[in-house]
């Protein structure tokens, strides 16, 4: 009998350690009553105390959530029609418009930064919670037209032309087949861009202005200032939020599956 080797289990093992034991450091840390968390002064609940009563952040986190709102919704629609419109039409300018949606994957978040800031100066725009917004949906887009790009990659165009042959015009068609078909990726696209807007910090940072700092932005502020424990108590309300979101797509996904015969 040959023996497994338990290299496979222990690089998995170190892996797993290597991405969660500082967030539950993290975790433990934003329960901790010292201050630089070097050490244990004991279990506490101050800086959840004085996290809730901390007026800037909670802007900052309304600054947030409102970008990324609206940032998720407009490149949701935005993307999706570019990857069908992709996906739809043949032509030599295709290349060209594929070059396009791709630019924005490959290129440094500090170049789209730098490059945003100077069309907005340009454009003699001030700079706040518009241009962050407009910024957050020019990159966001093209991550959700990827994602919907694949998932029409697998998708059966005799389907529309069997609905055309019996008398479905392109809105029926689009609304009743090709959306639904296409929903899963749809979703996956928007889920991250809104992560991706809420966690956006290059750019974000070049194009806010006075009264749009966004919650990357002030974390990044309240580092330079010593906050750790405050950021230690906000990261773990926001793994909590995340973690419970997860779980209600996953209950939400379980109760919408059809039941197997």
């Known amino acids: 009998m040959i023996k497994q080797s338990k290299l496979p289990g222990l690089l998995t093992l170190g892996t797993l350690l290597f991405f969660y034991l500082p967030i539950i450091l993290l975790v433990i840390n934003s329960f901790n009553a010292s201050r630089t968390g070097g050490s244990w002064g004991g279990f506490t609940l ?51 418009h594929y070059f396009l949606v791709y630019t924005p994957l490959v290129v440094p978040e500090i170049l789209l930064g730098i490059s945003m800031l100077l069309f907005f100066v340009a454009l003699k725009v001030n700079l706040g919670l518009t241009t962050v917004i407009l910024a957050h949906i020019t990159f966001c887009i093209s991550y959700v037209a990827m994602a919907v790009l694949s998932r029409l990659q697998d998708f059966d165009v005799t389907i529309i032309e069997a609905a055309r042959d019996l008398g479905a015009n392109s ?34 940072f070049f194009v806010a202005g006075p009264g749009s700092t966004t919650l990357p932005i002030h974390i990044y502020s309240m580092i330079k200032r010593g906050s750790m424990p405050l950021i230690n108590a906000l990261s773990t309300i926001l793994l909590a939020i995340t973690f419970l979101a997860i779980l209600a797509y996953q209950i939400i996904s379980r109760h919408n599956r059809p039941a197997e015969d």
């Open 46 to 96: 101050k800086w959840y105390e004085q996290l809730f009563s901390a007026r800037e952040i909670w802007h900052a986190l309304r600054n947030t959530l409102v970008v990324a709102v609206i940032a998720t919704a407009a490149s949701t629609i935005i993307g999706t029609t570019a990857a069908i419109a992709l996906h739809r039409y043949r032509g030599r300018l295709q290349n060209a």
């Open 171 to 204: 809105w029926t068609t689009t609304w009743s087949i090709l959306i639904p078909v296409i929903f899963p990726g749809i979703m996956a696209g928007a889920l991250l861009a809104f992560t991706l807007s809420i966690d956006d910090f290059v750019i974000s």
